[in-house]
């Protein structure tokens, strides 16, 4: 539950229709990112489950490839971004679950500070704590593939710019799954079809490198991906969740 500080008073001033900048979205976002850590801190497990996933899946790949370095170099980029993947997926059903259980959703949805604004700091939260960690991670495993320096960076700054987009897009299938029967298969059969094209520019940058061409636009795209998604995914969150709960 998001508790409010001393001082702080709900919007209220603001006009019909609109969110005070002010009293409205940064405090939620600044309590919902901070309330969100200090529970991930109590349930370590959760945080941790989604990494070592990314780290055994991707230390098979080598052994069930071969040895070949012209292979493994050639496959890399792309067998840690569908493992990454699979990695952001694994951590979704959990994202409202427990909050579900619990009350909290509700208690959210009378809040004084906008629900969007409260369904972006869960987003935020959930990247900090899966999406970062699986970019810092990336570049290590890329070493057993045998992936150039500069293939490494850019296997960085790919997972880096892509995982916020899975983030946001997973955090509005689960919300639509929410309740639901069997709802970690259901998060996966919303969310995958929309993780493809990330998957393909982000795998296909590494490759586009590889190859010497330009390696501008897949990262581009990207970044608009990471852009358009930050105005619209709260928006779309909060109102999988009003539908949700409803």
């Known amino acids: 539950m998001i508790e ?6 709900p919007p209220a001033q603001a006009g019909a229709g609109q ?12 309590l919902g990112i901070a309330a969100e850590l200090r529970l991930a801190l109590r349930s370590r497990a959760d945080i941790a489950e989604p990494l070592i996933f990314f780290v055994i899946v991707a230390s ?22 569908v493992c990454g993947l699979l990695a952001v997926l694994l951590s979704l059903p959990r994202l409202y679950a427990r909050d579900a259980l619990n009350g909290t959703l509700e208690q959210l949805l009378l809040s004084p500070y906008p629900l969007p604004a409260l369904a972006g700091a869960r987003i935020a939260a959930h990247w900090l704590l899966t999406g970062f ?3 810092l991670l990336a570049p290590v495993l890329g070493l057993s593939f045998g992936l150039g320096s500069h293939s490494l960076f850019l296997l960085f700054g ?6 916020p987009v899975l983030s ?29 094209p ?15 061409v330009d390696f501008a636009g897949p990262l581009l795209i990207l970044g608009a991906m990471a852009l358009a998604g930050t105005v619209l995914a709260p928006l779309a969150a909060a109102a999988a969740l009003r539908i949700a709960l409803d």
Do not use: C, H, K
Not at 19 to 30: C, D, E, Q, R, S
Not at 198 to 212: C, D, R
């Open 4 to 9: 409010a500080r001393p001082g702080l008073s």
């Open 168 to 196: 946001m897009i997973g955090a509005v299938g689960a919300a639509l799954a929410l309740g639901a029967r069997a709802s970690s298969v259901l998060v996966a059969l919303l969310v995958l079809p929309l993780y493809i």
């Open 60 to 81: 098979l790949f080598p052994l069930g490839v071969g040895a070949d370095p012209e292979r493994l170099a050639a496959l890399g980029g792309g067998a840690l971004w």
């Open 198 to 212: 990330v998957l393909v520019f982000g795998a296909g940058a590494i490759e586009a490198q590889q190859a010497g």
């Open 158 to 163: 790919t997972i880096l710019l892509g995982t």
């Open 133 to 135: 960690p699986l970019a």
């Open 19 to 30: 969110i005070n900048l002010n009293w409205g979205v940064l405090p939620a976002l600044y």
